[in-house]
Every structure is written in structure tokens, then in C-alpha cells.
């Protein structure tokens, strides 16, 4: 405590040093000077004194004098002018009960003091002492209160309306002033200023101490800024997140527990105010990126028989991607593109240039990694090893890594009700993106290239809006700055279904090499249809690969308990390596799968050749999936490559004609400054940490599913002032605060990696059903009705046999929108419609340990349950209704078409 303090403590204790009291008399001073003199020849301290003078004997002891319980009683019983804690202050404030502040003098500076320890002297110790008996009496206090005495408890014999409708915060603090007074008075000192708070009246002035039962019966006082509010305007930035009610902010602003709404709101437009500033200037520096996807949601008619009808609101939300590791001068210019297009230099694509893009060998090497990787998951002997392959995977098999440690800098934009499923409102879009919310000006803008990414239906209207525009005289509204990126999370999740279909089987056969046989053995809800359930189809798959490929490894070691099996025989990393290359030549190669088809004089099995194919499929979307979450565009771009491929093999021409215009881009068209930017800002990374890369437009995904709930308690669209100010531009913060809540009060799992819950039992049903069936052993003539599509061989005949490669680049050169044949079929994607049970909840996938962890659909639907309920039913009605409307319109024209 400092010399201020002490005097004030000095002051509120003995009021002024002039108190009569205190007589500056030269008697008084002899007189101490000898009561002092007799205790020393007592051989006492002052303490001993104290001490023997308190120590209050036994009534019957001698050493009980009269005198000295008449001065004693008296003394402790308040009946003297001088009362205890006065002489206990003093004795607290006194300069010698703590350390003096050291001076600098002639002969040493105040840091050459040797400071005395302050926890043997009086001011610390008193302080200690005085915490615990108020620790005791809190504790005390706290028992009283929480009794089934104290006032609090109602008991279910005692509860009646009446009860819950007398409910009264002032008969609540009455109970806690009557039985609890220091815990209130110490709550009262944490929640305001000592120069508001009320003093506390002596006992026995009327008994009048400070009620918070009256305050409570008064209207609530004016703010002056001194009400330390700073944690309650985060529990009211909480609330707006959760779209509470007016009338809950009003309750708890009472309580002290949250700002008002007024309050709330203004803070909200301060912040939106300053995000715009900062994204103005951020794109001055023209490094950056534009996402966006459309957003919609129903309006029910309540009251339909007075002619009211069902709204749909569309609009479209959008986000604002810095780029790192870049320099948009040069990577943006747009004369080596436009040159390249001139020159027509993608007529050297051809089916040999296709097919030596796909690095096989590295392919083959990943698939050795991952077999291995899933045999040390599931065999704890070899847990050892996880950090071996984790090694692996970042060094000799990485091919073209994210910077380690680079975090994502994002900025939502606001929200317009121009529909981005509308070509022609792109251009509306686009105008309001870069000119109005970036204020950049048109010249500014049609100077370099500006990356815009979206799913394959935004980049295939993006394109057709620059085909109808490009014969347009002014350098801007030809939107030839508009450079299309397909994001990629779309693109996996149409893989998915491709996966699913080939190898889903017949459903009158149980045929083990089929997922449909597996989803029915797991008890899985699975459904063969377009755009699956996202999260439970990935489980099925990788469940299912990683059964396959742990009987594989039985089989190919010829053990029955992998476990015992390297527990009783160690085995070297490098030699286990060994054995996985050797166990994907067998079963994930197309030699293997050749090997065990049906040919004319030797009889094959079907049935095996089926499950090599369908495990070469799931692994490439296993490696798909591994390769975003660790950064490695590089070896995802070697997926994309094979996809290239798969794609065209199983008839989803859409997507394979993206894959040829990346190819043509990359290999022919683009600079090498314009394919850096690109690769090393294809995907985005909110923590930093390594393992937590995820694509883009899964992130617009989840900015958009917290869009579509708070848009649900306001009937207004989303392009007005409201909701484009003060909910779009803040979206990212309003997630943030629901997780930092949760956090706060320790309601987040414990590692936040969402890590699937161990079903140990179905796994081994799997297993146990493969090894029983003999799934990957090979049985002569094993044939059950069902012969899976080779997708990437039939792709590569298409490419090899056919012209789509010459008619692909003849169109392309002709028209460079017009990548899309007229019979290539149509794409719905998840986010063109309202209600989307692929992806309740949007959560990236992680690798963590070299091993690739899927959130699991229970945890998902638990989150989501709340969040769903209240507007599942309005959605399905309006699903219908949009798709409906979306054909008929796509019927009239292509401009018009809202796929």
C-alpha cells in the first residue's frame, strides 16, 4: 500500500491526527517511554506483551486479575472511545509493517537497496489473516443461503403457479441481505465503483444498511460509463449471435448481466464502420481474392386466406481473402494470358500430356503411407511408428506444401439480393463487390486480373456472363478482369457421390463388395442419391476402406491378430513400409484389378476385383482429403489430375470440363507468378496450426449457414441496411463469440478436434463380416450379378477413342466461355438450395498423427439439433417450390437458370 493509501486508511480510522485523543502532552510520551522500559526488563518484546495480554486465562486462574479483565472486557467489548480495528488499522498502515520505498542517495542508487521481504511483516500478514476469516465467513454465509432453510429451495410439495408467478428478485435479496450480507457486500465491491457503492452503516443506525431488495423496486439508475461492462457487452454480442429476443436483453440488463439492445446495436455499427474502412484499404494493394455463393430463405405467409403467399428471399453472400505469398503485380497482369489465348497455346492438350500429368509413382507411394498409417492407428504395438510416418508425409512424399504457421485473414462482405444463380445479376454482384463495398474504381479494376471463386455453378455463370459481354467496348464491363476459380470442396463432395454410386451394389444382394451391403451391416443411413449426406457417406467410405485394408494386411501376413502378431514379432519401420508397397500392388493397383477379372478361358472373381476397385476409389479420395487438411496442394492437384479422368469415365462431364480448363490454364495459358498465387491461396487456414487446411468455399458454407439462422428472426431480404451492415459484415465475429462463450465457461471438448466417437463394435462387425466372406481372398468364379465401372479406364477411353479432347479445345478457342457442351449434364449445388441435409453443419476435416479425422455425424447432429428444428419444415416446402421454379425457368432460358 502506498503513502496515499496509508493515509487514507489512517483517516478513515482515526479521522484527523488532531483527534483529541491523541494528546501531543510530553507526559503521555514518558508515560509510554516507561510502560515500554517495564516490559523490557520483563525480558519481553511488545509482542510477547500483546500476546500474554490477550491470552485470555481461565476465570479461576490466578493469573486472572481483576485489573487486567476490567481493561481487557472493556476494551474488547466496544465500551472505550478507542475501538479494535482502529489500533489493527493503525497497525496495518503503519510504515514499519511493510518495506520502505528505496531512495537514491550520495552514496548508492536505490537499486543497490536490498529490499526486505514483505511477507514476515505486519501489513502482509494482517492482510492474509483478514482474507481468511472472510474466506470462513463466506463459507459459512454460503451454507446458510444454500440450506433447505435458507429461503431459496421450493420445494415439488410447496410448488403452485402462485409460487412461480410471485417470483421477485427483491424477495431473492432480501433472503441473501438477511442470511448472506459480506458475500453480498463483496459481489456489490466487484460491480462498482467505491465511489458509487453504498457505505455500510453501523449496526444498531436503525438497522438501515444498504437494501438491494429497494433497489430493485426502483427504476434502474442512468449509465455514466462506470459500470465495468465490458464482459457484459460480449455476453450481448453472444445473445445477438443466438438471435435472442428485445425482451431477454431487457431482463438481463436488470440483472446486470448484459448491455441493452441499444447498446449492443451501436457497438455493432462501430465495428462494421471499421471492418469496411479496413477493407478498403486492404484492397488497395489488389492481393486478394473474392468468394461468394448464393443464399436463400423462405418468408412463410401466416395468414394465407387474405391472399398473403410464401417469399423467397435470394441474395447472395460474399467474402473478401487476403493472399499471402504473392505479388499481385506481377501475378495479376493480364497480357500473358491474353497473349497465350491468342496464340491459341492449349491446342497442345492432347490425351499423352493428360495422362502424364498423373504422377503415379507418387501416387502409389502415398497409397503404401496411408495403408501403413491406418495399420499403426488401429494396432497399438505399433503406435511407435506414428511419428515415422508423419515425417514421411512432410518431407520425402510432399510435393508443394502451404507455409508452415500462415494464417487465413478474411473479411465478410455484405450480403445483396441479387441472385448469383442468375447470370445475369453476376454482374450485379460483381458491381457491388468491387466497386461500391471495395470503392475501387472501374480503371483500378479492369488494370489486373482479380481472382473470383465459387462452386462450379458460380465459375460456369461467371463465364457465360463474359462470353455475352466480351464484344463490349469498355475495358471494364467486359469483365475480362474476372479470372474464375473453382473452389474445391464442391468438387470433393461430388467425387463422394461418384464413389458412392459406382460401388453402392445391387439391393437384393448381399454383396460385401458393395457399400450398400456395408451401410446396411453398420446400421448406417446412407443414401445412393445425388449430393449424399456429406459427413455419414465419408464415414461409410473410409470406415469401409479401413476394414478392407486391415483384412488385407491379415491376409497378406497371414496372421488372424495383427496386434500379437508385432507384439511377439518386432518389425522395423522400413521393412513395414516394404510389406505396404507390396500390399498395394496386390490389392489397389489396375494390374490387381486386371489380375482378378473374368477373362475368356480363365475364370476370374468378380467379386474381389470389385472391392481392389473399390478401394483404389476410396483411397483417392482419402488421399483427396488428407492432402487439403495438411496444406499440400501439390498432391491434391495430383487427385484433380486422376479426377480428370474419373470424372469423365462416369458421366459427370461438368466437372471433367473444369478439370481440362485448369489443365489448359496451368499447363499452357497461365504465368508462372499468376500458378504460384494461385496454388499457394487455393486453400485457407483460420488457426495456424499444421493439419487444418480446408477449402474455401466450405468456409463460405459455414459463413452462410450462420447467415441463413439470424436471417430467420427478421422478415427482411438480405440486401437490407440492417442485415447487410450490421449481421454480414460482423458474421465472422458472431461465430467467433459463440465459440469464445463456450470456451469461457468450459463447455468446448477437451482438444476441440472433434474427434469421432470410437464404435469399436461396428468396425468389427465389418472386419469379422469381410473375414468370414472372404472378401480378399481370391475364389475362381466368385460372381454376384454386379460389375463395377472401372471410371478412370472408361475415361481414359473417352479421351484416347474419342474427340472430346479436339471438340473440348476447338469450342474453348472459338468461345473461352464455353467450356460446357450442350448435352454435358446440369449441376445442383448444396448451396443453390435452402435446405440442404448433406451439410447440417459445416466443420473441416483435420489430420492429426498422419491419420485423417472426419467429424462425426453425431457430434454434428447434436450441435445442430437446435439450430434446424425451428426451420427444417419451411425449407422442405421452399426446396420443393425452388427446384420447381429452377426448371421451369432453366426451360425458358439459359439466362434465367437457377440450377
Known sequence: MGDIDTEKSLQAALGDINDPRLSASSSNAKAIDEVLKCIQKNDWTLGHFLLHLFAYPAQNDPRNTATRSTMVSHFLGGRLNVKPEEIVELMYSSKYSAPLIPRNSKNRSASEVEHRDETIMARWRLRQWAIEKVEKVIEKEAEAVSSKEGGLHLSNKDASWTSMHNFSLANILAVIEQKGPTFLRLLIAAAKPASERPKPCEIGDNGAGPSYAIHFSKPAPSGKGKNRRDPLMIFAIWLFAHTAPHGVYAVLNRLGLSVSYTTVLKLLRSLSHSAKGVIRTKARTRAFLVIYDNINRMARAWDPDLGQKDHIYNGTAATFIELEDCNPERAFDTEPLRNAREQEQRKGLDWKLLYQRVKWDQVNEIFALHSLAMLVEATPSLVDHQAFIQLQFRTRTAVRQMRNGRKTTLHPLETTNFNEGNTAENAKVLDDLLLNQLGMPKEEVDRLLVIVGGDQSTVEKLRTLKKFLASCPHGYARYGWVLPLIQLWHMGWADL??????????????DPSSFGSANILLGRKVKDVKRPDYYPAQHLVFDTLKA??????????????????????????????GLARDLCARYLSAAAYDQFCKRRAIPGDQVLADAILRMRDSMLHYEFQCAVAE???????????????????????KYSNELLELTCNFEFEYSEDLKNAILDNWLCNLSGIEGCWFPMDLLQEKNIKQLKKMSQKRNTPFGGAFFKAIIAVNIRAFLEAITTMKTSVRLVRTGASHRRTAKTAAAKELTRN?????????????QLGRVAQDDFEMGYLRFQKTSRILDFIERTIRDAGAIHADGDEAVVNAGDIALNPAIPTVVPNMVINGSLIVPDEEDLAEEDEEDESEIREDEERFAQEYLSSACSAGARSESSDSE
Not at 635 to 652: A, C, D, E, L
Not at 770 to 782: I, N, P, S, T, V
Request: aromatic share 8%; charged share 30%.
Open 497 to 510: 457421390e461418384r464413389v458412392l454410386n459406382t460401388h453402392w451394389g445391387n439391393a437384393q444382394v448381399d
Open 548 to 577: 478392407d485394408i486391415l483384412d488385407c494386411w491379415r491376409i497378406h501376413l497371414r496372421v488372424d491378430d495383427l496386434d500379437d502378431h508385432f507384439h511377439k514379432n518386432p518389425v522395423e519401420i522400413e521393412e513395414l513400409l
Open 631 to 653: 496444406g499440400d496442394i501439390g498432391r491434391v492437384m495430383n487427385i484433380m489430375s486422376v479426377w480428370t479422368y474419373t470424372f469423365t469415365g462416369s458421366g459427370k462431364n
Open 770 to 782: 469381410m473375414a468370414e466372406q472372404g472378401l480378399h481372398k481370391f475364389r475362381a468364379g466368385r
